[in-house]
């Protein structure tokens, strides 16, 4: 049996969905977006893991031949309803960039090294374009939403991928995209526009984005500041979004499957609720937030800020007395997110909160938030 074919089988044995193979050769095309979008993607182009870099494997990695692009299809179990619409699928999953401790980076890391067995030297910290390369590898089609779609499957899917030194047989190329003639519900579905022509975000104004992207520190200055036009279109979104996702009829057969349930998220569904994830424990970050959410959000302030938002657009009064109490939080980006949760929830009894709040209040950014909570009331 050829490398190739042993590679495929012990990737499908593993339970990848699809496994494709393409050259190492550069990503013109990726380049070529990065360098017109510009501005929206700067806080890509200066990420650490230097991702420009990475659309041309061979510069990292002289010796690179063929990228190993793998499939795994995170929606083979059901979603409990009580995290739908607050986790996205892929984070419920656990499958996003999984550690190796974790299951879904032991497989990963399992496909590792078995092609180092196979007498492959593998690149090592390679950021590549994982759509492109799986649209390369022949796994994937493009959808207008953006995501990666595998047939018979669709857009809940994570993709990986391995660059070796070896020459393998090369998969046919699937760079098209696969939507129906017309089809444009996901661009319809978004809440905030994001998607502003077929194929074209601006991450800038994505709930996804904005739900984990917003933390001080990072590049692009970036800061933990969401605009308020994009807050009250977050909805209870705390990480991660599907809509135009699940607008979407190439997921249709998937989305009303009877699938089993995934018993963790069934426990973790249980007793998980954004009042607790706002005035969060440690014990309910480490076993219900952090298992989940794992990837992106280092901190639990940035948590407690979405669930601040998520609350304020439910609108309920009901959450009065929980953003009261997220008003004493230690962290400053609490109280002003709470305070702006309170102004958009509204009523005699949120403003006599703020009122009381703001003659106690010492930071400045927080003052201003319950200022203007107070004015919009
Ligand atoms: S993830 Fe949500 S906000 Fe982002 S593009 Fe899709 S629908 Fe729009
Ligand atoms: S909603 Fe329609 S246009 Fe958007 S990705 Fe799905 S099929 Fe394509």
């Not at 309803?81 to 550690?99: I, T």
């Not at 047989?169 to 519900?185: I, M, S, V």
């Not at 004493?328 to 509204?346: F, H, M, Q, S, T």
Request: aromatic share 10%; hydrophobic share 35%.
């Amino acid at each position: 049996m050829s490398l190739t074919k042993k590679i495929k089988e012990f990737a499908l044995d593993l339970g990848y969905s699809r496994v494709g193979i393409t050259t190492a050769d550069r990503f013109s095309d990726h380049v070529a977006i990065l360098q017109d979008r510009g501005p929206m993607y700067d806080f890509l182009v200066q990420d650490p893991r230097r991702p420009v870099e990475g659309c041309e494997p061979q510069k990292l990695m002289p010796s690179a031949k063929s990228i190993i692009s793998l499939v795994w299809d995170y929606s083979q179990k059901a979603f409990p309803e009580a995290l739908l619409g607050k986790v996205g699928r892929v984070y419920q999953a656990r499958s996003y960039n999984a550690p190796s401790h974790r299951i879904n980076g032991s497989r990963y890391q399992l496909m590792l090294d078995f092609v180092k067995k196979a007498g492959c030297q593998v690149g090592q910290g390679i950021f590549l374009p994982e759509r492109w390369v799986a649209a390369r590898a022949g796994v994937t089609t493009y959808g207008r939403n953006n995501f990666a779609y595998a047939d018979g499957i669709g857009s809940f899917i994570v993709l990986s991928s391995i660059v070796v030194d070896t020459e393998l047989e090369y998969d046919t190329p699937t760079l098209e995209t696969g939507c129906p003639e017309g089809c444009r519900a996901c661009i319809k579905a978004c809440p905030t526009q994001a998607i502003y022509e077929p194929q074209k975000l601006n991450p800038r104004r994505c709930i996804a984005f904005n739900a984990w992207f917003t933390q001080d520190g990072k590049p692009a200055g970036l800061s933990s500041h969401i605009p308020p036009e994009i807050r009250e279109k977050m909805g209870t979104h705390v990480h991660g979004c599907d809509i135009c996702q699940e607008v979407c009829p190439r997921n249709r057969e998937r989305l009303q499957a009877k699938l089993p349930d995934d018993e963790f998220l069934v426990r973790v569904s249980q007793d998980f609720s954004l009042t607790k994830m706002l005035n969060m424990t440690d014990e309910f970050y480490e076993t219900r937030v952090q298992p989940l959410m794992y990837n992106y959000i280092k901190e639990p302030k940035y948590f407690q800020r979405n669930a601040a938002i998520a609350l304020g657009n439910l609108g309920d009064p009901a959450f009065i007395p929980d953003l009261e109490l997220a008003m004493n939080d230690p962290e400053k980006l609490v109280r002003e997110y709470a305070a702006w949760a309170l102004g958009r929830i509204g009523g005699n009894l949120a403003k006599q909160v703020l009122e009381t709040k703001r003659s106690l209040e010492t930071c400045g950014n927080v003052k201003k938030e319950i200022e203007a909570a107070l004015l919009a009331l």
